[in-house]
């Protein structure tokens, strides 16, 4: 009798030994699900503030552009005659300015 009063102590503790160890094992399966949809959120957030740095990119290298373009146009003899004339008045000898009397200038 007595062996088989401790088999069948064995056997509970055995018993108690799994649900415990597949109660833990679900806890972390929990934790790992849970620590995985948050990844998933963070990753979510990671690709739209990278779309949107690559439509900055795109934009100041567009501005970028036309910066150039407006620095090569400035040394063109077509704006310097351009800014002589609008911003200093200054006309080539014996050109003849006509002035509209409707904008008051």
């Known amino acids: 009798m007595a062996a088989k ?3 069948k102590r064995g056997n509970v503790q055995n018993t108690y030994g799994m649900i415990m160890a597949t109660v ?3 806890l ?8 995985s949809f948050s990844l998933v959120q963070k990753r979510d957030q990671y690709r739209s503030k990278i779309e949107t740095l690559q439509t900055q ?3 100041e290298q567009a501005r970028s552009e036309e910066i150039a373009e407006f620095e090569t146009y400035t040394t063109t003899r077509k704006y310097i005659e351009k800014v ?6 200054l006309v080539y000898p014996g050109e003849i300015i006509f002035k509209d009397e409707s904008s008051g200038n």
Do not use: D
């Open 28 to 35: 972390l399966l929990i934790v790992v699900l849970v620590r």
């Open 57 to 59: 990119i795109e934009t």
């Open 5 to 7: 009063a401790r088999y």
């Open 84 to 89: 002589a004339k609008e911003k200093l008045g």
């Open 24 to 26: 833990a094992v679900a």
